[in-house]
């Protein structure tokens, strides 16, 4: 039973300090040059992590965060990816702490790779990704 509450407390806390990193200084740090800063290298290694550790299963489980590509994006994210399902977040569906633009909150949302079914459908990729999301809400 301790270990049980041990590890629900374990959790908590890096779900939390991971949360309020990025809400109390992403804006401040997306002033500061890309490359190489601290924050956005805790987005894509140590927050992922952090999170990997309170997985259930590590091994079928991998996540991924993301500070933008090549500069600062608005909503960075980090992505929980059942590797049965996807092992990127460019196709699949999977559960991802989106953050809001302003820091204000973080949504957890399941999202689907957009950039495969883009690459596969083309000019009906829209529809495609409408009925998938359909098909997902049950």
């Known amino acids: 039973m301790?270990?049980?509450v041990f590890n629900l407390i374990k959790q908590q806390i890096y779900m939390d300090r991971i949360l309020r990193e990025v809400i109390n200084n992403?804006?401040?740090?997306?002033?500061?040059?890309?490359?190489?800063?601290?924050?956005?290298?805790?987005?894509?290694?140590?927050?992922?992590?952090?999170?990997?550790?309170?997985?259930?299963d590590?091994?079928?489980y991998k996540v991924t965060g993301?500070?933008?590509?090549?500069?600062?994006?608005?909503?960075?994210?980090?992505a929980i990816l059942d590797t049965i399902i996807t092992e990127t977040p460019q196709s699949g569906y999977y559960p991802v702490?989106?953050?809001?633009?302003?820091?204000?909150?973080?949504?957890?949302?399941?999202n689907q790779g957009v950039t495969e079914v883009r690459e596969n459908y083309r000019r009906d990729a829209k529809r495609v990704l409408r009925l998938?999301?359909?098909?997902?809400?049950?």
């Not at 809001?100 to 949302?109: E, P, T, W």
């Not at 998938?132 to 049950?138: F, M, N, Q």
Request: hydrophobic share 40%; no cysteine; charged share 20%.
């Open 2 to 4: 301790r270990i049980k």
């Open 26 to 56: 992403y804006l401040t740090q997306m002033d500061l040059p890309f490359a190489g800063n601290e924050l956005a290298v805790k987005l894509r290694n140590e927050y992922p992590a952090l999170l990997s550790q309170i997985l259930p």
């Open 58 to 60: 590590q091994e079928r």
């Open 66 to 78: 993301s500070p933008g590509k090549g500069g600062w994006t608005h909503n960075p994210w980090i």
């Open 97 to 110: 702490f989106l953050f809001k633009a302003d820091m204000s909150g973080v949504y957890l949302s399941l």
């Open 132 to 138: 998938r999301a359909e098909d997902y809400s049950g």
